[in-house]
């Protein structure tokens, strides 16, 4: 009886659990349904056993069958007989009251830089091409105890390096909107399984815009937390480069999941925030010091002023900073990192099944000096507190999540903007230098499409630690905005 009263009432457009944009028009085919659930929706439909694990794990996998061989979003799949037991025994022990957390019995997989035990693990590089992960990474032991079910991983670039997805081993990753346009990276698979719906929620991680730029590419949320908040190592003074992070089909959904992957989960009972009171500073192409590809200012600047009518106050802005000196701080120690890569390159059998972007990367990194990277770090301590100036007057900061839209996955990356020739491979995603060097919190809102139909994004950056209230703006504009309610109609390889 709770089956058919479920199916009845997703199909009413009064229904209690809110249908996304897609479902609301499908027909009654429960597996469409279930696919199209929001990952809240869906949790709650499994918790009260409106619908079964198994039925939920049919469906996915049906779904991924059918569109993962045209978009390469997940890879390395576990086979469907183990993962259809799997869901079956998560049935099993919510009948006996075992219910495991608010992912029980969903499917799940994590991006291919982390570890999750027994499934391949090869951060996309020949060397580990036929590594089996012995035991799950620190993001993936969460999501497990919350009563996930990883069906396999997403697709990344070699090392995670670049906002293109591809690999000699898994190749490359479509766009949602066109699978023969880049879905962007690092997170580029978890991206693309989100807005395919071969998954209901995804996480990535992100230094130079790995969560903001496919989240932009694909026409999904990705927040970039505050660095102290998901990972253990450093603090508000010495910020790390780099943190893990969720992304959602909306901001409910990464709210949700940030909530599973924080240290201190303390991200329940948000709400939108209230427009009326808050002062955007709208940054631009910095002053035309950054290149940008036509229509992406535009359609930013469209979308603010869907904001500005609800109250808020915007305005054009700078920052008091030269541009150039933090893009030297950025790749020296940017750079100087990859020397974790050291014993890859020193020995030829190694590096030659390297990428030359990486090799080019650990090559700048060894010709630094100390005082390159001392220089560097001054750099950030003074770009901390010009962030500290600037939020001292606005409330967020906006940039766009990319210089440019979409491009074909064929290419590696982008050799130049509107005839400017970029002078190095991640040169094209300097716009996210700013959030990344401050270690702020940053979330990718959508902004719409281009008269091609390429999806873009912004950033809406906070102060550092002020993540509650970037979130809470998210969930303001998503009110205020359809754009991730436009479906993108997939397609199959013939």
Not at 83 to 99: H, I, N, P, V, W
Not at 380 to 390: H, I, K, P, S
Not at 429 to 455: C, K, T, W
Request: net charge negative.
């Amino acid at each position: 009886m709770k089956r058919r009263r479920f199916i009845k009432n997703t199909v009413a457009a009064s229904a209690a659990i809110s249908l996304p944009y897609g479902c609301r028009n499908s027909s009654s085919d429960i597996v469409t349904q279930i696919i199209d659930f929001t990952a809240i929706d869906l949790s709650n439909a499994i918790k009260n056993q409106q619908v079964s694990c198994e039925e939920v794990m049919k469906s996915y996998l049906k779904h991924i069958h059918k569109y993962n061989p045209t978009y390469n979003a997940i890879i390395s799949m576990v086979d469907d007989d183990q993962l259809l037991a799997q869901a079956q025994e998560a049935d099993r022990s919510l009948a006996k009251g075992d219910y495991r957390g608010w992912m029980h019995g969903m499917p799940h997989a994590i991006k291919d830089l982390g570890a999750l035990k027994g499934i391949r693990h090869t951060e996309g590089s020949l060397l580990f091409k036929d590594r089996i992960a012995t035991e799950d990474s620190a993001i993936a032991a969460k999501i497990r105890n919350q009563g996930a079910i990883f069906i396999g991983k997403t697709n990344t670039p070699e090392f995670g390096l670049g906002s293109q997805s591809y690999n000699p081993i898994f190749g490359a990753t479509g766009s949602v909107f066109n699978p023969g346009l880049t879905s962007g990276g690092s997170s580029g698979g978890a991206a693309c399984g989100l807005g395919t719906h071969m998954l209901p929620a995804a996480e990535g991680g992100d230094m130079m815009g790995s969560l903001r730029n496919p989240g932009a590419f694909n026409n999904v949320i990705g927040f970039r937390p505050s660095t102290t908040v998901v990972m253990e190592e450093g603090d508000a003074n010495d910020r790390l480069l780099w943190t893990s992070g969720p992304m959602g089909r909306n901001t409910r959904d990464t709210i949700q999941l940030l909530q599973t992957l924080a240290i201190n989960p303390v991200f329940n009972n948000l709400n939108p925030l209230n427009l009326e009171e808050v002062k955007i500073g709208w940054m631009g192409n910095l002053n035309n010091y950054l290149p940008m590809e036509a229509g992406v200012i535009k359609l930013c600047e469209q979308s603010l002023n869907i904001v500005g009518d609800a109250g808020a106050k915007i305005e054009m802005m700078q920052p008091q900073f030269e541009m150039a000196d933090l893009w030297y701080c950025w790749t020296t120690l940017r750079h100087h990192i990859r020397l974790e890569k050291l014993e890859y390159y020193e020995f030829p059998q190694k590096s030659a099944l390297l990428k030359p972007e990486l090799i080019w990367e650990i090559e700048q990194g060894l010709s630094f000096t100390e005082e390159d990277v001392l220089r560097a770090n001054v750099i950030r301590t003074n770009w901390y507190q010009e962030l500290d100036r600037m939020f001292e007057e606005y409330d967020f900061l906006v940039l766009p999540s990319a210089q440019v839209f979409p491009y074909s996955k064929g290419i590696h990356w982008p050799e130049e903007i509107n005839g400017q020739k970029m002078d190095t491979y991640h040169r094209w995603m300097e716009v996210v230098i700013l959030g990344s060097l401050g270690g702020i919190p940053v979330v990718n809102v959508p902004v719409g499409f281009d008269d091609q139909g390429r999806p873009m994004g912004m950033q809406i950056m906070g102060k550092f630690g002020d993540d509650k209230k970037v979130l809470e703006f998210a969930l303001a504009y998503e009110e205020i905005t359809g754009f991730l309610d436009i479906s993108p109609k997939l397609e199959v390889l013939d």
